[in-house]
């Protein structure tokens, strides 16, 4: 089996209504924008995945790995692997061209991914991941309704000037929302959304009072409450918390950071990103060290239900993970359907808080081309894309 060729769509998708994320103060979300990619085999296999951004992550794609995948066996991975991280240097993080690679591998054996890669589980625990900044009042109603929906655990943003503000939410979600949920907050210190000014950036002191007072709440953890490359900040306030987990790691890139977050003891909870931190098959190999510290590998994952999927079935695959990320904020417009438009159907919770990891082989995906035809932007593809046109009639540079 070899690659034959490579495609990537620029897929734009509205959202039904804006979505503001806490991290990008003053940015308004109007739309979903992401790369959907499609690795073809010259025995007809298919292999999908999506990148976080937009052309200008297809446009690096295509440039600095395609040509080095076109002609290689996809079954390969750990090879191709190291061929597809050493793009890293040159553009932006070039990691989720592994998982093609997976979906095609998991469609030759007939078997989905997380069995592939040893099975923990089939079904994980969700978070509900929350993006919004809101009133204290409207945010506590919002974490029952999500509880009243089937979640057991919702993860808060802490963004305001003044990081009281942030606890006089939390404090409200508590008393409204008692112990039948687990809390966590998100303070996104890792690093700011570039032109985004006015981003509060908390010191020590900041994050250790945020941290203590959480810690009364009851919050299970407190995700990058300092800058990511802050190793002895990290370590130091990690080493001065009794019961509140340190988590972070998103916007970390390559098993030699994860490492060191690891060593200076940094973090109770890891959270790389399969398509923006490293490979899911490097992510594995850090999974197996952290275990050996008692730290949890809780991969991070926002931007659209590709994704989502894929860090399902890595979550399932780990013994010391036991959460999902799953972004969703109604009543915004990042909701699980928003999230999950290009597949036919959204990825659900069940009445005891869990998703379970489809059972088709691969990842599972099921997309609804007819919905990614229309709103495709622009195609790049290289080599034999016979499968696309053959299959969907889509042509090199078409835009609709
Ligand atoms: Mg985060």
Not at 303 to 325: D, I, K, P, Q
Request: with cysteine; aromatic share 6%; proline share 6%.
């Amino acid at each position: 089996m070899r690659i034959a060729g490579i495609r990537s769509r620029v897929v734009q998708l509205p959202l039904d209504r804006p979505f503001q994320p806490a991290w990008g103060r003053g940015r308004v979300q109007r739309s979903l924008v992401l790369v959907l990619l499609e690795v073809g085999t010259d025995d007809g296999l298919v292999g999908h995945g999506a990148a976080h951004g937009g052309l200008e992550a297809a446009v690096a794609l295509d440039r600095f790995v395609t040509p080095h995948l076109l002609g290689q066996d996809p079954a390969q991975v750990d090879r191709l692997a190291a061929v597809i991280r050493d793009a890293e240097i040159l553009g932006p993080p070039p990691y989720c061209m592994e998982i093609p690679l997976w979906d095609i591998l998991g469609k030759a054996a007939g078997m989905p991914v997380h069995r592939l890669w040893g099975g923990a589980g089939d079904r994980v625990r969700a978070y509900c991941s929350t993006g919004e900044l809101r009133p204290a009042r409207q945010r506590a109603e919002d974490v029952a309704a999500l509880a009243d929906a089937g979640f057991t655990a919702v993860k808060l943003r802490f963004h305001h000037d003044d990081p009281r503000e942030d606890l006089a939410v939390a404090e409200a979600v508590r008393e409204k929302a008692g112990d039948r949920i687990e809390l966590m907050a998100d303070a996104n210190q890792a690093g700011a959304d570039p032109g985004t000014g006015g981003h509060r950036v908390w010191d020590f002191r900041t994050a250790l009072g945020v941290a203590r007072e959480l810690e009364r709440l009851g919050f299970h953890w407190l995700e990058e409450p300092l800058p990511r490359h802050d190793l002895d900040g990290l370590s130091r306030l990690r080493d001065r918390l009794e019961t509140i987990k340190l988590a972070g790691g998103e916007d970390n890139h390559g098993l030699h950071e994860f490492r060191l977050l690891l060593e200076r003891g940094c973090f109770d909870v890891l959270q790389p990103d399969a398509v923006k931190s490293e490979t899911a098959s490097a992510i594995r190999k850090l999974a197996a060290f952290a275990e050996l510290g008692g730290v949890d590998v809780v991969p991070h994952t926002w931007g659209n239900g590709l994704g989502m999927l894929v860090h399902l079935h890595l979550a399932a695959s780990l013994t010391n993970c036991g959460y999902l990320e799953f972004p969703h904020d109604p009543p915004s417009g990042l909701t699980a359907s928003a999230r999950d438009r290009m597949l036919t159907e959204p990825v659900t919770v069940d009445e005891e808080g869990f998703v379970q990891v489809p059972q088709r082989p691969g990842f599972g995906f099921v997309l609804d081309e007819e919905r990614i035809a229309h709103h495709t932007v622009h195609v790049i593809e290289q080599g034999d894309c016979g499968f696309a046109r053959e299959d969907r009639g889509v042509s090199k540079g078409s835009a609709t």
